[in-house]
């Protein structure tokens, strides 16, 4: 198995421009969510999803976009990207049941200037 | 959800044993505590998880107390290699659990020679 895949690994936006961060697992996981890492705050939870066609928002959802149509892929939109976006962002992925022991991907590294 | 405090950073030596504690005075019955561990450059990975009294694996020894309204994180002999970010989450375990997953500003470790 690969685990949690994301890509890009880096990527450098314009203001206003729009990407998709990827994400795919290959563990058949029903809850996938999204961190955002900035330097002296931690992880903080921009969305999550428990399950195929189900998303919710988490402690820092404006600005961000996602969908789950499928169990295996859980992209991050940025509509319209802000300097305050530059962080790293952090996919993960656990079971249903235990969906607090989170798998986590290796991470983009985002910057918009 | 249960907040959770810890110190932002500790120092130890090469050999000593490290004790990093998280208060969640607010727990639910409920809710786990799960730990994790995260090195530069990396996404956090699962280390610990536990309900009450001691939990112990390869890893690392996680010490609940009785009233669980804090938890230690405690890693026996540390290398340089234990230079790491730690992270303590409060979260229901199963069934009981939202999909809300927040993390702490976690606690810098480091490891001196």
């Known amino acids: 198995n690969a685990g949690v895949t994301q890509t890009p690994k880096f990527q450098v936006l314009k203001t206003g421009q729009s990407m998709t961060l990827q994400c795919a697992q290959d563990?058949?996981?029903?809850?996938m969510s999204w961190y955002r890492q900035d330097p002296g705050m931690g992880l903080r939870l921009i969305h999550y999803s428990v399950g195929a066609g189900i998303t919710d928002q988490g402690e820092v959802p404006n600005g961000y976009n996602v969908s789950r149509s499928t169990t295996e892929d859980f992209p991050l939109r940025l509509l319209s990207a802000a300097p305050s976006q530059t962080s790293v962002y952090f996919c993960?992925?656990?079971?249903?049941?235990?969906?607090?022991?989170?798998?986590f991907g290796s991470g983009t590294q985002l910057s918009v200037l | 959800l249960a907040k959770t405090t810890q110190p932002i950073s500790m120092d130890s030596y090469e050999g000593q044993e490290v004790n990093i504690t998280c208060s969640h005075n607010?727990?639910?019955?409920?809710?786990?505590i799960t730990w994790y561990q995260q090195f530069p450059s990396q996404g956090p990975r699962f280390i610990i998880q536990g309900y009450k009294t001691k939990v112990t694996n390869e890893v690392a020894s996680l010490f609940i107390p009785a009233d669980r309204k804090s938890s230690t994180l405690s890693l026996p002999r540390v290398s340089l290699s234990d230079t790491a970010v730690y992270y303590c989450?409060?979260?229901?375990?199963?069934?009981?659990?939202?999909?809300?997953?927040?993390f702490g500003q976690g606690t810098t470790l480091q490891v001196k020679p």
């Open positions: 989450l409060v979260a229901p375990h199963g069934s009981g659990n939202t999909g809300k997953l927040i």
């Open positions: 993960a992925s656990s079971w249903g049941q235990d969906n607090e022991k989170l798998f």
């Open positions: 607010n727990i639910a019955t409920n809710d786990y």
């Open positions: 563990m058949n996981h029903e809850y």
